[in-house]
């Protein structure tokens, strides 16, 4: 689980905090775009302390509200919090709550992985908002020889 919202670069935290993405629970934690020269960005980073080396699926409950610029947000990982490497499978884009299990990186990942979410569509004068309801890296242990 999220041990922290660990930075926001664009776009800002409108309710709620990661503690709210804990538990599939309707309580969610809700991010929302801002305007940064001519453009709606938004570029939110939680981290993820303690993650043990082994096969590794995002699991993410939310949505996006409707809007008239059709916006998704697309999810990366990092273990440097420098460079991000797109999750597939990994994109909000419906306005009804979903559940995407996308797995992602190498089973040597690190302990502390920073997972991202950043809206794909930038154009448009309206801020939008992406509501984050479970976020979790699961783990499968390899069974060993």
């Not at 570029?43 to 949505?63: C, K, Y």
């Not at 089973?107 to 509501?131: D, Q, W």
């Amino acid at each position: 689980l999220a041990g922290s919202d660990f930075q926001t670069l664009a776009g800002s935290i409108l309710s709620g905090s990661y503690a709210d993405t804990r538990r599939s629970d309707d309580i969610r934690e809700v991010l929302q775009t801002a305007k940064t020269r001519s453009t709606m960005q938004l570029r939110h980073t939680w981290r993820f302390d303690n993650v043990p080396a082994a096969s590794h699926t995002l699991v993410i409950e939310g949505f996006r509200p409707a809007n008239t610029a059709g916006d998704s947000f697309r999810f990366s990982y990092s273990t440097d919090n420098v460079s991000f490497t797109v999750i597939p499978g990994s994109v909000v884009n419906f306005s009804n709550e979903t559940r995407i299990e996308a797995p992602f990186g190498p089973a040597t990942l690190g302990r502390t992985v920073y997972i991202r979410v950043e809206n794909v569509v930038t154009s448009g004068p309206k801020t939008r908002t992406l509501n984050i309801d479970y976020l979790a890296i699961r783990t499968v242990l390899s069974s060993g020889p």
